[in-house]
């Protein structure tokens, strides 16, 4: 532990519940994309439906990111992040009691909206824990977490649902979140506040810098289409290969997306560590970018054993571009300090509001076209957003000559220079 490292009691135990609560939180974005097809038989419903049932989500965690962050600012956040395990839990298992694909979107929305309170805050909080120059591993680590929960939601969600019915996969994964939500007041630390305006013109103060960040906007809009490529991979490979391959079992089905996410949980320290140490990120974010957007092309054409590689090179690529994604803001002048929640929300928000529409595009798409032009329309949404990098201060160096605040005194510290 260095010198400016704050010695916080308990640090490993408060970002070992966040983890956890980061795992359980993604189990419940994913199990509903491992059991499509006995959705789909069980309400009668169309592929664009089930699109409508999955996207619903998407856009409650979308409207909610920035209603998120302003919360954050005015509460902290250990508050808005316990207040969001119970809200997502609650809506999580009430959709396993839905009597049609109508009532299960809009439960849906609800747990999308429970998932918005959580991830910005969550992420502060890990954040908050650690001093600038070694926050990179840990924001990887937890990204790791979200890998860790999807392909148990994936894989878990598939099993369960074939055994026991496609309301057990829904019902384990909202349990399972207000048992996280139970436990995390008493292992999350109430750390010490900064002199935070709690109320009207002084939240806006805070918050009006980031909002008008111009490198924001643009890393959102560039890593938008990509958000939205590695959902649809992971949320309706299932689908497509019960339509394209219907000799292969779902959980068989279901493993090919489960190896990309689990190929994540390395590529997330490690595309920290990287972020930490490259002078350029964007050009790293550019490159594991290309990448990506060239092998969704492939999908359509290759078969068993080739996609298990494909998904595990997707994966990694999705680890290490994420990491970065979400520490890049960390470093901008205008959105370190008390906004860096408010400042993912932003983030998050763009995504998940371009990205939801893009993969219910997909489901239209694979519906009207076939699935070989679904998955060129994925590449192509994944590559277009990727030249708005320019806009997006991407050097270290922009930010090394200026100051940050400690993550728990409050106190502007210079941030070290890197040798080199």
């Given amino acids: 532990m ?3 490292e704050p010695q916080l009691p308990g640090r490993e135990r408060a970002v070992g519940a966040l983890l956890f609560a980061r795992v359980v939180y993604a189990v419940n974005w994913y199990n509903v994309g491992a059991i499509l097809p006995l959705l789909g038989a069980h309400f009668d419903a169309t592929t664009p439906e089930l699109g409508v049932v999955v996207s619903s989500f998407l856009v409650g965690a979308a409207l909610f990111q920035l209603v998120a962050g302003f919360a954050t600012l005015r509460w902290g956040n250990r508050r808005v992040s316990i207040f969001a395990l119970f809200l997502m839990g609650a809506f999580a298992t009430a959709s396993a009691f839905s009597p049609d694909w ?4 809009l439960l849906r929305f609800g747990t999308g909206a429970g998932a918005a309170f959580f991830f910005a805050p969550a992420l502060g909080l890990v954040a908050s824990l650690y001093p600038p120059g070694s926050q990179g591993p840990v924001i990887g680590l937890y990204n790791s977490g979200f890998s860790i929960g999807s392909g148990v939601g994936l894989f878990g969600g598939a099993f369960v649902g074939e055994v026991y019915g496609w309301s057990a996969a829904l019902l384990v994964g909202g349990i399972v979140l207000l048992a996280a939500g139970a436990i995390a007041p008493f292992l999350l630390p109430a750390l010490p506040r900064t002199r935070t305006p709690r109320a009207g013109r002084g939240l806006w103060d805070i918050a009006l810098p980031a909002l008008r960040s111009r490198s924001l906007w643009a890393l959102s809009l560039a890593i938008a289409g990509l958000w939205a490529a590695f959902v649809i991979a992971a949320q309706y490979f299932v689908q497509y290969a019960s339509t394209v391959h219907p000799t292969w079992p779902i959980a ?10 689990v190929l994540e949980i390395p590529g997330g320290p490690i595309g920290g560590h990287l ?3 490259a002078l350029e990120m964007r050009r790293v974010i550019l490159l594991w970018g290309i990448l990506a957007g060239v092998l969704f092309f492939l999908i359509p054409y290759l078969g068993f054993p080739e996609l298990f590689g494909l998904f595990a090179l997707l ?10 994604l979400y520490l890049l803001p960390a470093t901008f002048p205008e959105t370190h300090g008390e906004s860096f929640a408010l400042a993912l929300a932003l983030l998050n928000a763009i995504q998940i509001a371009l990205g939801s529409g893009l993969a219910l595009a997909f489901a239209f798409v694979a519906d009207a076209y076939g699935y070989t032009v679904a998955w060129w329309f994925t590449g192509a949404i994944a590559l277009a957003p990727l030249p708005l990098l320019v806009w997006v201060v991407g050097r270290r160096e922009s930010v090394e000559r200026s100051a940050v605040r400690a993550p728990v005194t409050g106190r502007a510290v210079p941030l070290p220079r890197r040798p080199g």
Avoid: K
């Avoid at 109508?102 to 979107?105: D, H, K, N, Y």
């Fill in 2 to 4: 260095t010198a400016a």
């Fill in 315 to 324: 994966g990694f690529a999705d680890g290490v571009i994420f990491a970065i």
């Fill in 252 to 261: 068989i089905a279901a493993g090919i997306p489960t190896v990309m996410i």
């Fill in 275 to 277: 972020g930490e140490r």
């Fill in 102 to 105: 109508q009532v299960l979107a």
